[in-house]
């Protein structure tokens, strides 16, 4: 058990692991226990309990409700803390479930269009430790998308100000970080527009993308999501760190750091960019980051690491329109300010091909390299 505390508020936090879900673990943010259920309507100005699904008989999310037209919702049964039947040939083929059938929905963003571009993200703050990564990215001019959990929007405040003020894209990761299939209708809605109000009660903008915890969707969630105006973005398949295992002892940083490293010779031959799950809720999300992953990228050539709007092109990627957010360059000019990372991250198809063709020996010479660091650091 891990103690967070701020200002305002402290927070418990529990991990636990559910070996059914998957690669996923289920990361508790309260225990189950501790969230009430008798219904008490949120006061003006104030917000539903940290880490507990938010009640939808609240004034706020009846009159959220009503953006959503519930006939045009498929139906499909809520699963139970969004793990797999034993039986996966049971679900529905058309209910497109991430987590259990590995679909994909054309809507859904797991990917950066073009070669050797990385969507840089992380999940799950802010946290105390989140201002450490923030003073690495800066220190190289490099810029990521944050999926924000609405509980820590309102616990940590300040910090996300800095994150936003800094350029980094700020995202929808929900209110609890429950897996969504596991919700009905109604909650779905209230944990996307309470944390939705919570990011911009402190940064004045309206995000539009988000992530499901642990990738938990399916075309039940998608259709309410949409409805409500968001842009799903998950990962890459595969591209999962496991770094929100350190914590939970069933890995290691070292452990990490090699997945990385497993990636970086396959990134070339690849037909599109990729998407990484990384975290910052936890001092050892931050660590690995900080010491292994980032150092290993920054010096990597040919790999441009970009937060998704800025790897898709979106100059507009809150409902306000820009924001903080600064697209740099245009689809076929665009380049990073890192260390080591100012690489052409667009290009004609000929600059994409070339790395595709060389850039195996310039990513995997850059690996080797910092692998000699990684040995030092773990």
């Known amino acids: 058990m891990v103690k967070i505390a701020s200002l305002a508020t402290s927070l418990v936090l529990t991990l636990s692991v559910a070996s059914a879900h998957g690669h996923h673990m289920l990361e508790k943010r309260a225990a189950a226990s501790t969230c009430s259920t008798a219904y008490k309507a949120v006061a003006a100005g104030a ?5 507990c699904a938010p009640f939808t008989q609240d004034p706020q999310v009846q009159t959220w409700l009503k953006l959503v037209d519930m006939t045009k919702v498929p139906v499909f049964p809520q699963s139970k803390d969004g793990v797999c039947p034993t039986d996966k040939t049971t679900i ?3 209910q497109c479930w991430w987590t259990c059938q590995k679909c994909e929905a054309p809507t859904d963003i797991t990917s950066c269009p073009k070669v050797g571009t990385w969507g840089l993200t992380y999940d799950d703050g802010p946290s105390p430790d989140s201002p450490r990564l923030f003073d690495n990215l800066a220190a190289h001019n490099q810029k990521a998308t944050l999926f924000i959990v609405g509980s820590r929007a309102i616990s940590f405040p300040e910090t996300l100000k800095r994150a936003y003020n800094d350029g980094h894209h700020i995202a929808i990761h929900t209110w609890s970080h429950s897996s969504m299939t596991s919700l009905s209708n109604e909650q779905i809605v209230a944990e996307l527009k309470w944390t939705e109000k919570a990011i911009k009660s402190v940064i004045g903008v309206t995000p539009i993308y988000w992530r499901p915890p642990f990738g938990d969707i399916d075309n039940r969630v998608r259709a309410i999501a949409t409805q409500l105006g968001y842009k799903t973005a998950i990962w890459t398949q595969d591209f999962d760190t496991n770094d929100w295992n350190i914590p939970a002892k069933t890995a290691t940083a070292q452990s990490v750091v090699d997945t990385f490293k497993t990636w970086l010779t396959k990134i070339p031959s690849m037909k599109t960019g990729f998407i990484v799950l990384q975290h910052d809720l936890f001092p050892e999300e931050v660590d690995v980051s900080l010491n292994g992953i980032l150092p290993i990228a920054y010096a990597t050539k040919g790999l441009v690491m970009q937060p998704i709007p800025q790897c898709l092109s979106d100059g507009k990627p809150y409902l306000e ?37 060389s850039g195996s020996v310039a990513l995997t010479s850059a690996a080797g390299v910092a692998a000699v660091v990684v040995v030092a650091l773990f």
């Not at 917000?47 to 880490?51: E, G, I, R, S």
């Open 92 to 94: 529905p083929a058309d």
């Open 47 to 51: 917000w539903p309990a940290l880490d």
């Open 321 to 357: 329109g820009a924001g903080s957010f600064k697209l740099v360059g245009d689809a076929g000019n665009s380049t990073t300010g890192g260390s080591g990372n100012n690489t052409t991250a667009g290009g004609s198809t000929s600059k994409n091909s070339a790395l595709a063709v």
